[in-house]
């Protein structure tokens, strides 16, 4: 079994982005895999010496009413396969009231957390950034998703906790 990477976060923070970055042009998506949940889609990372795989917990949760049903139904989805946990945030919007709840239910879990906020394409990283410390989950990750920018340190972030 290949260890598991799973994106959560609010609506339209770029956890799909994130996804297709990863994934693509390497014959990413994966159909069958031993352990894995069938109605899923999981896309193959390759970093290093090390395979992974990776999930949107977004395709699989965006339908739940409210915010705290879809962090719970995140979270249940991270707690069931996800070795190691994105939680991504807007750098663009800031801090939001869904952030922390998100925050909050992903505090309880024993998983590592890498806070990624995203979006970070030009606009001032460092400002932007300062509000997500509060969140208590580490240093996040500067990323742009739709630029490619932070990846590797978001890998590499990854890679020391796998
Ligand atoms: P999801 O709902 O979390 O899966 O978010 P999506 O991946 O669908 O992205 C939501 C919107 O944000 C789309 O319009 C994306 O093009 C945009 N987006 C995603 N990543 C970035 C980024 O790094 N920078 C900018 N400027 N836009 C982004
Ligand atoms: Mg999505």
Not at 10 to 23: E, I, M, Q
Not at 85 to 102: Q, T
């Amino acid at each position: 079994m290949l260890p598991v990477i799973a994106l959560v976060g609010r609506p339209n923070v770029g956890k799909s982005t994130l996804f297709n970055y990863l994934t693509r042009s390497r014959e990413a998506l994966v159909a069958d895999f031993p352990g894995l949940t069938r109605d899923r889609q999981y896309g193959r990372l390759k970093h290093g010496d090390r395979p992974c795989l990776i999930v949107d917990t977004g395709g699989i949760a965006d339908d739940a009413e409210g915010i705290e049903n879809l962090a719970r139904k995140q979270v249940q989805i991270a707690l069931e396969e996800a070795d190691i946990v994105f939680f991504m945030v807007d750098a663009r919007e800031g801090l939001s009231a869904s952030d922390k709840v998100i925050a909050d239910t992903l505090r309880k879990l024993a998983k590592p957390v890498v806070l990624v906020t995203n979006k970070v394409d030009g606009i001032d990283a460092g400002t932007a950034m300062n509000d997500f410390y509060s969140l208590g989950l580490g240093e996040p990750i500067a990323c742009s998703a739709s630029h490619g920018r932070g990846i590797p340190e978001l890998l590499e972030r990854a890679n020391e906790l796998l």
